[in-house]
């Protein structure tokens, strides 16, 4: 399995991006997926989880209402919307996949990272 991730770049405070994560090779319906960001100097945090079957998203309370997690089936692609975004979003965002159709929040769980997108939002 490889995830593709792009889309990220600098944007001013206030501000909207939309990362992209592209998944390829030996994938399956029992999978789930999720974004993570890390900032310099701080551990890899749980942005965003989706279920590809059924489509049930999952986030921390500190990103409800900000980010939107989806997908499109068709093109194995999960999304990142993000809107209203600010300086402490900075971080480089990562997709991640693990089999089994579980959301988790920790990032060992995940058996495939992409590369990362560097998200720079400036003041």
């Known amino acids: 399995v490889q995830l593709q991730a792009s889309g990220g770049g600098l944007v001013q405070a206030g501000g909207s991006l939309r990362l992209s994560c592209v998944a390829s090779?030996?994938?399956?319906?029992?999978?789930?997926l999720a974004w993570f960001r890390q900032a310099p100097g701080k551990e890899r945090e749980f942005v965003a989880g989706i279920r590809w079957s059924g489509g049930n998203t999952y986030y921390p309370d500190s990103m409800k209402g900000r980010f939107t997690i989806s997908k499109l089936s068709a093109k194995n692609t999960v999304y990142l919307q993000m809107n209203s975004l600010k300086p402490e979003d900075t971080a480089v965002y990562y997709c991640?996949?693990?089999?089994?159709?579980?959301?988790?929040?920790?990032?060992?769980?995940?058996?495939?990272w992409g590369q990362g997108t560097l998200v720079t939002v400036s003041s």
């Open positions: 090779g030996r994938t399956s319906n029992d999978v789930a």
């Open positions: 991640a996949l693990r089999w089994g159709s579980t959301v988790h929040r920790n990032a060992q769980s995940y058996n495939y």
